[in-house]
């Protein structure tokens, strides 16, 4: 579809980070969730601000974009910590003491899942089901999906990553 | 040259498999004896992992659960040459867990690198897809039919009727979409394939498009498995590099091209329109049905969506043909299931059978009952939204109609064990509580129903109002039963009332501890 220049692209122009990842998905509406993906990798949340350029480059409107930026549990629109901890919190896990775990965890980092260590170091969040479940119970460090974890595992990497 | 495989499964990598070959192979430079790593698929004994095998001249020796620490150990009990060592197994091929097994779809689980074409080809790899480029499309849904398979994503809708529907539709472009969104808990069937035996996927995939006049596909994964999306892309790419998918598939008049797209971590895009949706790059809701996904589907074109495990079972149906496949099950249960033993179990991993294997075959004979040792209070079946089976149940067959009678489903083949340390009122609140997470928003007792349910379950447990909370319980999970689109809503009240139903007491705990005083 023919596209006219309007005021919106006056207003952010090419300028947003997100127009070269949209650009690089061809601009199809359908790409969305890994253009979200994508931006988010790159600038580690999805900023608002992104949000009408990503809308005006796949001609959606900004409704459209940010009910879908903030349909996905992976989005985040605000920033987060440096890295993410995400403890599965799904049935087969709790057989094996995630529950447990996940209260070690909070207490640990002095924080509530979906919530931020004071440092910025560290995201904690949940997740149901790593795929995991026969070697509970199981996390995903940044991209990393690790399994058979304890307290102590988290500690170490948090105390490696403070070091 | 010796031969060592350690398996790039991530549930080998989850438990430190990189850091073993590393070790292995620094060890090896240092000892001077020269090796080949072959970074090959798990076998899906999960318990073992890292589980590293030796190739002899009697077959393969078998060493787990090895840790990096393990390793000089190894080397000093000459494990390269099939050495004697405390986690020493013997022959593989003579292990029971393995041994008893039917692996028609997992034949290939632990034997070959999951990227080598070569290794896929010279272990029956794309025999079923020779077979089907030179069928009709009516000829492959016929086999297909005629094996019996039923999707095996958790709805047993026969997969050949649904290839017939997209076949007999007319349209310019229709689609195949492999649903691996697998959300269920205790589930890992279908990431086992992906990372493990990717070229099937593709295989069982293009068979579909060949059935059904579809050029185009679709493998919707979960963002929560970065191993398979990887693993996927790469085979993508190499099967398209030679000519087993893109335009003239090995020289025929056949094409076929093939995507991958990450899911963001909604289990509501596990349904199957939700799922379409969220292929458009939309929010995943989900679509009332008529129309069928198979006449309006991707795009609003003829669509055939399948579960993995039922893409994965095709190729072998149509090579060993639809009886060889038929003969294995029973009752309308036809063929094999991959199970997935999971949660509090000794030796968890995947156990593919026959249809007709009892609960408690798979959970003694191959599972050796609990991890912890304590006594087996429930299992859960079918995914969070599952039934829980108290002890008594375990001799039920696994089989789709028997599961259906009573309450309870076989759905993608899961089961969670729990020992007697489970509070089975917490397990219900939380299938509560992830109903109202995940739910997709369009159904009033979905969204709000299941929220409401969590609250009237911590009431019960408190001791307010016990008996009439129970019964308002009751009440919500019928609406939520009567009034919901999907099976989200549908059937979050199946983890709740049998919880309810089997495990009264765990409801009953402060009236207990007042009889007491
Ligand atoms: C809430 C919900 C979640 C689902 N999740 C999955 C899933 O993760 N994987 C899957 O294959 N099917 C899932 N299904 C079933 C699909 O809607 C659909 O029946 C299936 O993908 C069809 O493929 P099959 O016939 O091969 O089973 C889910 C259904 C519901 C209601
Ligand atoms: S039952 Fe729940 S998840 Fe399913 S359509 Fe209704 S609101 Fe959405
Ligand atoms: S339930 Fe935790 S990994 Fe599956």
Known sequence: MAKKTTLIDLQFGKSDPATPICAKHDNKPDALLEILHDVQHELGHVPETSLPAIAHALNLSRAEVYGVATFYHDFHLKPTGKHHLKLCSAEACQSMGGRDLVAAVEKFLNVKMGQTTSDGLITLEATYCLGLCASAPSMMFDNKPMARVNADTVKSIVEGLRA | ?517
Not at chain 2, 62 to 70: K, L, N, V
Not at chain 2, 145 to 153: A, D, P, V
Not at chain 2, 351 to 362: D, M, N, S, W, Y
Not at chain 2, 475 to 484: A, R, V
């Open chain 2, 1 to 517: 040259m010796i031969k060592i495989y350690v398996p790039r499964d991530s549930s080998a990598k989850a438990v430190g498999a990189d850091e073993v070959a590393k070790a292995i192979a620094v060890e090896a430079v240092t000892q001077n004896i020269s090796i080949q790593i072959i970074r090959n698929s798990s076998r899906g004994m999960a318990w073992l992992e890292t589980f590293v095998e030796v190739e002899t001249s009697k077959g393969r020796v078998g060493y787990g659960p090895i840790e990096a620490g393990d390793v000089k150990r190894l080397f000093a009990a000459k494990f390269y040459e099939g050495g004697k060592h405390q986690l020493a197994h013997g022959l593989v091929d003579e292990l029971p867990y393995l041994k008893n097994q039917e692996r028609l779809t997992f034949a290939r689980a632990g034997i070959t690198d999951p990227v080598s074409l070569g290794d896929y080809i010279s272990h029956g790899g794309f025999e079923g897809l020779k077979k089907a480029l030179v069928m009709t499309g009516a000829a492959i849904v016929a086999e297909v039919t005629e094996s019996g398979l039923r999707g095996r994503g958790g709805a047993a809708f026969p997969t050949g009727i649904k290839w017939k529907t997209v076949h007999d539709t007319k349209a310019d472009q229709k689609y195949v979409c492999c649903n691996a969104d697998e959300g269920d808990s205790g589930t890992f069937a279908d990431r086992m394939v992906m990372e493990g035996d990717p070229f099937m996927l593709i295989e069982g995939m293009t068979i579909a498009g060949l059935a059904s006049g579809a050029t185009k596909g679709f493998i919707y994964i979960r963002s929560e498995y970065p191993d398979a999306i990887a693993t996927m892309k790469e085979a993508i790419g190499i099967a398209t590099a030679e000519k087993w998918l893109g335009n003239n598939i090995q020289s025929t008049d056949h094409s076929f091209t093939l995507e991958v797209r990450r899911g963001a971590g909604a289990y509501i895009c596990g349904e199957e329109t939700a799922m379409l949706e969220s292929l458009e790059g939309k929010r995943g809701m989900v679509r009332a049905k008529p129309p069928i996904p198979a006449l309006v589907g991707l795009f609003g074109e003829p669509t055939i969506i399948n579960n993995v495990l039922s893409f994965a079972a095709v190729p072998f149906i149509l090579a060993k043909g639809s009886t060889a496949y038929k003969n294995y099950g029973m009752g309308r249960s036809r063929g094999t299931l991959p199970f997935q033993l999971a949660g509090n179990i000794k030796q968890g991993g995947l156990v593919e059978k026959a249809f007709g294997i009892t609960l408690r075959t798979l959970i003694n004979d191959f599972g050796g009952g609990t991890f912890t040792g304590r006594k087996l209070r429930a299992v859960q079946v079918g995914g969070p939204l599952g039934s829980y089976l108290p002890e008594s149940q375990l001799d039920l067959p696994m089989d789709y109609e028997t599961f259906a009678a009573n309450a309870a489903m076989v759905g993608h083949g899961g089961l969670v064990v729990f020992d007697d340390s489970v509070d089975m009122a917490a397990q219900a609140r939380f299938a509560m509580e992830f109903c109202a997470i995940e739910s997709c928003g369009k159904c009033t007792p979905c969204r709000i129903g299941s929220t409401r349910g969590a609250e009237t379950i911590d009431k019960i447990v408190a001791g307010i109002d016990r008996d009439a909370n129970l019964i308002l319980l009751e009440d919500l999970c019928q609406t939520m039963t009567d009034g919901s689109l999907c099976a989200m809503g549908g059937l979050t009240p199946m983890p709740v009332m049998s919880a309810v139903k089997h495990f009264p007491e765990d409801f009953d705990k402060p009236a207990r501890l007042q009889a007491a005083e």
